[in-house]
Structure formats: C-alpha cells, structure tokens
C-alpha cells in the first residue's frame, strides 16, 4: 500500500541546520516532493526531485534520495526562526495530483 | 503567472448549515483542479478531483461533493455540515511538468 512517514517534531537552533527525513513505501513513486507550510497558510512548493535523482541542491535546500531504501531527506541549512513551519514529503507515480500522497508532516521548532 | 484564490479564508459554522467554498485560478486553462483536508495535526487528504468542466472524481466517501461549473472554477459543497468536516481546506492545481500547487486554504470550523 502505500504510505509517507515523517517525524511529527524536530526542533533545532538558529544558525544549526536542519534535517528532515521522509520514508516512502512505493517503489514505483517517479516524483518527490517537499512543502512547506507556515502557520494559517496553504502549502508552498519547496523544491522537488525525480527518483532518477540522488542529490539537488537549491540555496540553503538539499534533498536527497536513497530510492533503495526509499528515504527522502530535507536539509536546510543555517536555519533561521522564518523556516519555522509544517514540513510536508510527498510522493507521486506520475504527474496527475491524484495519485500524490503526503506524509503527515514535520512541524520545525527553530530556538533563539 | 497562475495565480490560486480561495474564498472564504475562515468560516464557522453550525452543525447542519449547508457549505460552499470556492476555488479559483488565474493564469493557465483546463487546469487539473484539487481538493484536500487537512485534519488537525494530520496530512492531507484527498477529497476530490476535476480533470474539466463538469468532471469530478471523489476519492473518499463524505458528507461532501464538488463541482466544477467553469474551466478554473472548483467548488465544495455540503448539504449539511457535521462536526467532523471541520479541518483546513485547500485547493490545488498541478502543473504539466508534475508541480502542485496550493492556495491559501479555508479554515471551517463546525460548531
């Protein structure tokens, strides 16, 4: 079947960087995804890679993918207090929004 | 640029009241339109989806239908509110590349 799985809670300091983990359950998933969601707000589009993909890097945003051990990974780095917000992994077989899946989300706590 | 409206930002109402909450984009033409809830401290769910006017899949069995009356127009509806429709909704569109994007959402709360 398929399910995402995220951690609910991270909580890291100004400055430190912040990995957010992902694990997906379908092997056939082609597109994965990263949202963001701050307090109130819809979801923003972050970044995304396609499972041919290992690494893309997108200013202070890295995301890997072990597609082996079907593992997404988020890193922000230096994260600062306005990254604090719901993360959401999400993955896809194709390009139809029907088939996306979203994992349950990760709220970061940047501290002082 | 596409643009995602949602109207309105908040509601809140009473348990049978009847609900619309409408969706619209600007920018782009027969857009795949979405529609999710969001449950307190969960993910998304899908509720409905519209390939074109008039077209409307519904992924889970609800109190709540979807209508799509124009090309970038999408609309949720319900008859009678229940407590449990109560969540955050958001609206959707994914572009042809594979990109989905959100609109501002509508936070209902059913009292």
């Known amino acids: 079947g398929e399910d995402v799985e995220q951690s609910l809670f991270l909580s890291v300091r100004e400055g430190d960087s912040s990995v957010i983990n992902c694990t997906y359950t379908d092997s056939s998933s082609t597109y994965l995804y990263w949202y963001k969601q701050e307090p109130g707000a819809g979801l923003q589009l972050l970044t995304y890679i396609f499972s041919n993909m290992d690494m893309k890097q997108d200013q202070r945003l890295t995301v890997l993918l072990n597609k082996k051990d079907k593992h997404l990974s988020l890193r922000i780095a230096d994260t600062q207090t306005g990254d604090s917000a719901i993360y959401f992994c999400?993955?896809?077989?194709?390009?139809?929004?029907?088939?996306?899946?979203f994992g349950p989300g990760t709220r970061l706590s940047v501290l002082p | 640029s596409q643009t995602i409206h949602q109207w309105p930002a908040t509601l809140v109402q009473p348990v049978g009241s009847p609900l619309s909450l409408e969706c619209t984009v600007e920018?782009?033409?027969?857009?795949?339109l979405y529609w999710y809830r969001q449950a307190a401290g969960r993910g998304l769910q899908l509720l409905f989806y519209s390939v074109g006017i008039g077209q409307i899949s519904s992924e889970v069995p609800q109190n709540l239908s979807a209508s799509r009356p124009q090309d970038r127009q999408f609309i949720l509806s319900s008859k009678k509110l229940l407590l449990s429709d109560s969540g955050f909704y958001l609206c959707?569109?994914?572009?042809?590349?594979?990109?989905?994007?959100f609109g501002p959402g509508t936070r209902l709360t059913v009292t």
């Open positions: 920018g782009t033409s027969n857009p795949n």
């Open positions: 999400a993955e896809a077989k194709d390009n139809y929004g029907q088939n996306f899946v």
């Open positions: 959707a569109w994914i572009t042809a590349q594979g990109e989905q994007y």
